[in-house]
C-alpha cells in the first residue's frame, strides 16, 4: 500500500502519468540505441582487426620464408658465377684469344641463358676494366668502376662482388637486375680480366613460392631508400602504393616509411590496407650490405569480405537484443508509472497550492473546502476560520453581484476581477475563480486565486498623475539618441502640427539645419550633460519666431545617451536682450578640446566648409603670465571675454577652447571680409568694458583639401604678424583660393 508524504487536498485528485517519465522512457531508449550501436561497431572492428593480425602473422612468415630463399639464390648465383669463371672454355679464350674461340664462348653462354631463367646477361671485360664481348646488348658497356679494378678492390681471388639493385629496359619494360663480378686471375695473381653475370631479381620472385603474386596478397621489394625494384607489375589497389618501377614508397606513403624505418620488421594498419614488411640482407661483403624490404599488403575492404558473415550473425544478435531490452524499459517503467503516478501527482498539486500565490478552493455550494496560508494573510483572518465559510461573505459581494460571478461562471467557467478592501493599508487584491470540469459521479469544485495589486494599483495612479502633470502648455518631447520621437505632449505635437509620433524623427520636424549639427549636439549633452540652442527661426520675419531649445541627456550605466528629453520656449527678441544690460548668453556651446571642435567642423556640410573662416584669438595681455600667479587672472580674464563674444556670437558660428589664453571660433559661411569685420566688432566691444587691452586676432580662410590642423596652422600665422604690426591687432592669412 502507497504511503502519501503530504495530504491529499480533494477527493476528485486522481492519477495521472507524468511527461518527465516519457521523457525517460525516450532518453534510456535512445541511450540503449547509441549503446547497441557503439558496441556492435567496436566488436565488428575488433573481429577484422583480429582477422587482419591473423593475416599480418600469416604473411611474415610467408614473408621470412621468401626473404630466405632469395637469400640462397643470391648465393647460388655467387657460385655459378664463379663456376663460369672457371670454364674450360673461358680459361682458353683468355690464354690464346681468337675469333672461333670467342664464338664458341658466347654461344655456351648462350645455352646458359637460355636454360637459367634469372639469368639475362653475361659479360667479359679486359684487366683494365673496358668492354670486350657479351651475350646480348641490354646492358651498358661503361667501363668497370675504379674501385673494383687492380689494387683499389678489396676482393679478390674466389669471391664474388654483388651489385646493388639496378634498372634497364628490356623490352620496353624496366628490369630490376643485380651484376655479380668475378676476377679472372693469373697464377701469379695478375688480373687476366673480369667476368659479369646480369641476373634478373623480378624472375628470382616469381620462381619462389608460397603465395607469391597473388591478388590478395601482392608482394614488393623496395631497397633502404624507398624505391620499389618489384611488385609494379600490376596496378596496385590502393592509392598511395607507387604503381611504376623506382617509384619512391618514402614520397607517396610518408607515414608507411616512417614505420618501416624505426624497425626492421612489424606491421602497419592504414586507413586502406593492413602492411607487413621485413627487412632481408642479400649478402654481406667488406665494405656495403645489401639490404632490402618486402612489403605485402591486404585491402581493408576485403578483410571486411572475409567478416561479412560473422558480422551479419552479430547483427543479427544486436537487434534481438535491443527489441528485448525495449520490451523491458517499457514494460519496468509502465509498471514503476502505475505504483507511483498518485503520489507524484499528490505532492505536486500540494506543491502548486502553497506558493506565494492565495489559493482557496470551494465547493459547488460556495463552501471553503481548503485554503493556503497566503490566502488567510491577504484576506486577514486565520487559517482556521476560512474552513467552511462562504465564498460570496468572504468577497463580500451582495446578492445581485454574487449572481452575475455564479452567472459568468456558468457560461465561461472563469472569472476575473479587482476588489478593493477596506482595511487599514486599503489593500487590492485581483482575484480569479476557475471551475474544474464535472466529472461523473464527482461533485464539481472551484479554484479561488487572491494576488495583491496594491502596489501596480498605486504605479497606475502615479502614471495617471505624471499623465497630467506632462499635459501643460509647454511643448516637450522624449527622444532616443537618433532624434526619434518616443514621447510627446499635445502642445509639442500641436506646435509642429502632426498627429502621430511613430516614425518621427526631431530633426526633421524642426529645420532643416538642425540634422546637420545634430552629431555635434549629441557630443556636447555626452559631455556636459545638455545643450541649449535658438531654432526654428525665420531672420526675414519681423516678428519673434525664433524658440529656445534646450536638450537634457538621460545616460545609461555604460556612460551612452539613453534618452533626451526636448522643451520647446519662445525665445525673447533679441533687441530686448541688448536693452536689458547684462543677460546671460543665448547659447553657451564653447567646446573644450580640439577633438570636439574637429568633430564640429568634419559635420559642416561641404558648402559650408569651403566657404568658411578661423578666427583665432590670443587674449594674453602683455602684463599677464609674469609669475605662476597670474594664471587665475588669466583665467578669469579669458572667462569674461567668452561670456561678451558668446553675447554677440551670431547661431551658426562656433567657439573653441585650444590653451590657455587662446580661443578658436569657427565662422561657417562667412568670407573673410566679413569674419574681419565681425572681428573688429568684437574687439570693440571688448574695449568698451575695458577687456580689448593686449588682445590679438588672426583671420583664415579654409583652402580646399585642409584638415582642422593645417587651418589652424594658417591662423597662427596671421595670428603672429597681428603682434608684429602692434596697430589694430587683427591680420588676415592664406584668405585667397589658390
Known amino acids: 500500500m502507497l504511503t502519501q508524504k503530504q495530504p491529499q487536498l480533494i477527493a476528485g485528485q486522481g492519477l495521472h502519468w507524468s511527461a518527465q517519465r516519457i521523457f525517460s522512457v525516450v532518453t534510456q531508449i535512445i541511450i540503449l540505441l547509441i549503446s ?88 667479359l671485360f679486359d684487366p683494365q676494366g673496358k668492354y670486350k664481348f657479351s651475350t646480348t646488348n641490354d646492358f651498358s658497356r ?34 630490376p637486375y643485380l651484376y655479380q663480378l668475378a676476377w679472372l686471375e693469373n697464377p701469379d695473381q695478375s688480373v687476366r680480366g673480369y667476368l659479369l653475370t646480369y641476373q634478373s631479381m623480378s624472375r628470382m620472385l616469381k620462381s619462389i613460392k608460397p603465395a607469391y603474386s597473388s591478388a590478395e596478397s601482392p608482394l614488393m621489394m623496395l631497397d633502404t631508400q624507398g624505391l620499389l625494384y618489384a611488385g609494379a607489375e600490376s596496378k596496385p589497389t590502393i592509392n598511395r602504393i607507387p604503381d611504376t618501377m623506382g617509384g619512391s614508397l618514402r614520397q607517396t606513403y610518408p607515414a608507411l616509411w616512417r614505420k618501416m624505418a624505426m624497425s626492421n620488421f612489424g606491421q602497419f594498419h592504414g586507413d586502406d590496407a593492413t602492411f607487413v614488411y621485413l627487412k632481408i640482407e642479400l649478402t654481406t661483403q667488406y665494405e656495403t650490405r ?7 599488403y591486404v585491402r581493408n575492404d576485403a578483410i571486411a569480405e572475409l567478416f561479412s558473415e560473422w558480422r551479419n550473425i552479430l547483427i543479427v544478435g544486436a537487434v534481438v537484443l535491443t527489441l528485448l531490452a525495449l520490451a ?72 445581485e453581484q454574487y449572481a452575475e460571478v455564479a452567472a459568468q461562471l456558468e457560461a465561461n467557467n472563469k472569472w476575473q476581477g ?38 501596480l494599483r498605486k504605479v497606475q495612479h502615479q502614471a495617471k498623475l505624471n499623465e497630467l502633470l506632462n499635459d501643460n502648455a509647454i511643448p516637450c518631447a522624449l527622444v532616443q539618441a537618433n532624434g526619434m520621437l518616443e514621447l510627446a505632449n499635445q502642445a509639442f505635437m500641436q506646435l509642429v502640427s502632426i498627429h502621430d509620433i511613430q516614425g518621427k524623427n526631431l530633426t526633421d520636424l524642426l529645420n532643416n539645419d538642425l540634422s ?150 569657427i565662422l561657417p559661411d562667412t568670407c573673410s571680409d566679413d569674419a574681419h569685420h565681425f572681428a573688429v566688432k568684437s574687439l570693440n566691444g571688448l574695449n568698451e568694458i575695458g577687456l580689448g587691452t593686449g588682445i590679438c586676432m588672426g583671420i583664415a580662410s579654409y583652402q580646399t583639401g585642409q584638415n582642422l590642423e593645417q587651418y589652424l596652422s594658417n591662423a597662427e600665422v596671421a595670428l603672429k604678424r597681428a603682434k608684429q604690426i602692434g596697430e589694430q591687432n587683427i591680420c588676415q592669412a592664406f584668405t585667397r583660393q589658390n
Open 328 to 399: 523491458l524499459i517499457l514494460l519496468s517503467h509502465s509498471y514503476r508509472i502505475g505504483q507511483r503516478s498518485r503520489e507524484y501527482s499528490i505532492e505536486l498539486a500540494h506543491r502548486l497550492f502553497h506558493q506565494d500565490i492565495g489559493c482557496v478552493i470551494i465547493n459547488d455550494k460556495n463552501r471553503v473546502m481548503t485554503a493556503n496560508e497566503k490566502a488567510a494573510e491577504l484576506l486577514c483572518l486565520p487559517l482556521d476560520e476560512l474552513q467552511d465559510r462562504n465564498l460570496q461573505r468572504i468577497l463580500q459581494f451582495e446578492n
Open 516 to 665: 546637420s549639427q545634430w552629431p555635434r549636439i549629441t557630443q556636447q549633452i555626452l559631455l556636459q550633460g545638455s545643450w541649449k540652442g535658438q531654432i526654428l527661426c525665420d531672420p526675414n520675419s519681423k516678428e519673434n519666431t525664433c524658440l529656445q531649445a534646450t536638450l537634457k541627456g538621460h545616460l545609461d550605466a555604460a556612460g551612452e545617451i539613453e534618452h533626451i528629453v526636448c522643451t520647446l520656449e519662445q525665445a525673447q527678441k533679441r533687441a530686448l536682450l541688448q536693452d536689458t544690460g547684462d543677460f546671460i548668453p543665448h547659447r553657451s556651446a564653447i567646446l573644450v578640446n580640439l577633438r570636439d571642435l574637429d568633430d564640429y567642423f568634419k559635420s559642416l556640410s561641404p558648402v559650408s566648409r569651403e566657404h568658411s573662416s578661423l578666427l583665432l584669438i590670443d587674449i594674453t595681455a602683455e602684463s599677464m603670465l609674469s609669475h605662476m600667479s597670474d594664471i587665475g587672472q588669466l583665467e578669469n580674464r579669458q572667462r569674461e571675454v567668452e561670456i561678451h563674444i558668446l553675447r554677440t556670437l551670431p547661431v551658426n558660428y562656433q567657439m573653441s577652447h585650444w590653451q590657455l589664453g587662446k580661443l578658436i571660433v
Open 290 to 296: 645489401r639490404e632490402y624490404y618486402l612489403v605485402s
Open 418 to 455: 479587482v476588489i478593493d478592501f477596506d482595511s487599514p493599508g486599503g489593500s487590492h487584491l485581483a482575484i480569479t475563480v476557475t471551475s474544474s470540469p464535472r466529472r461523473s459521479r464527482q461533485e464539481k469544485y472551484y479554484l479561488v486565486t487572491f494576488e495583491d495589486v496594491s502596489q
Open 142 to 175: 661503361d667501363p668497370l668502376p675504379p674501385s673494383l679494378l687492380g689494387g683499389a678492390r678489396n676482393m679478390g681471388g674466389n669471391e664474388v662482388y654483388t651489385s646493388p639493385l639496378e634498372f634497364t629496359p628490356i623490352k620496353g619494360k624496366l628490369e
Open 36 to 123: 547497441v550501436l557503439l558496441l556492435t561497431n567496436v566488436i565488428i572492428t575488433l573481429g577484422e582487426r583480429r582477422l587482419q593480425e591473423d593475416w599480418a602473422t600469416q604473411r611474415y612468415s610467408e614473408l621470412q620464408s621468401v626473404g630466405t630463399l632469395i637469400a640462397d639464390k643470391v648465393s647460388f648465383q655467387q657460385f655459378r658465377t664463379q663456376m663460369f669463371a672457371n670454364d674450360e672454355l673461358l680459361k682458353r679464350y683468355l690464354t690464346i684469344p681468337s675469333e672461333v674461340r670467342q664464338l664458341k664462348l658466347q654461344q655456351s653462354w648462350e645455352v646458359m641463358i637460355r636454360n637459367i631463367p634469372e639469368l639475362l646477361d653475361i659479360a
